[in-house]
């Protein structure tokens, strides 16, 4: 499985991003697929996860700010952030695996490159 993250950006404090993670190689309609960010000088930190069943868990951080969604006819994921805020500023990657614990990144089988969202106050 290749994901290719796509969609950040710089935007100002309480504007909207929409991020993209596009998948190919195979279906991942049956895998568990989540958003992590790393911002500078700090680990990489989980964001938001949704099942394959879609059932969806977020970081108390962005609980109710962001919102993560699947299309799986266009197999991709999507990260809807609203109301950012400048400690959102990270690099955003997008992960695949069957079988994960939720938060915890080896259990992610596949990642993709990321992508830089930049928020100023």
């Known amino acids: 499985v290749q994901l290719q993250a796509s969609g950040g950006g710089l935007v100002q404090a309480g504007d909207s991003l929409r991020l993209s993670c596009a998948a190919s190689?195979?279906?991942?309609?049956?895998?568990?697929m989540a958003w992590f960010r790393q911002a500078p000088g700090k680990e990489r930190g989980f964001v938001a996860v949704?099942?394959?069943?879609?059932?969806?868990y977020y970081s108390d951080s962005v609980k109710g700010r962001f919102t993560i969604s699947r299309d799986n006819a266009k197999n991709t994921v999507y990260l809807q952030m609203n109301s950012v805020e400048p400690e959102d500023t990270a690099v955003y990657y997008c992960?695949?695996?069957?079988?994960?614990?939720?938060?915890?990144?080896?259990?992610?089988?596949?990642w993709g490159q990321g992508t830089l969202v930049t928020v100023s106050s």
């Open positions: 949704i099942r394959w069943s879609g059932s969806t």
């Open positions: 992960a695949a695996g069957t079988s994960v614990v939720v938060g915890i990144t080896q259990s992610y089988n596949y």
């Open positions: 190689g195979r279906t991942v309609r049956n895998y568990n």
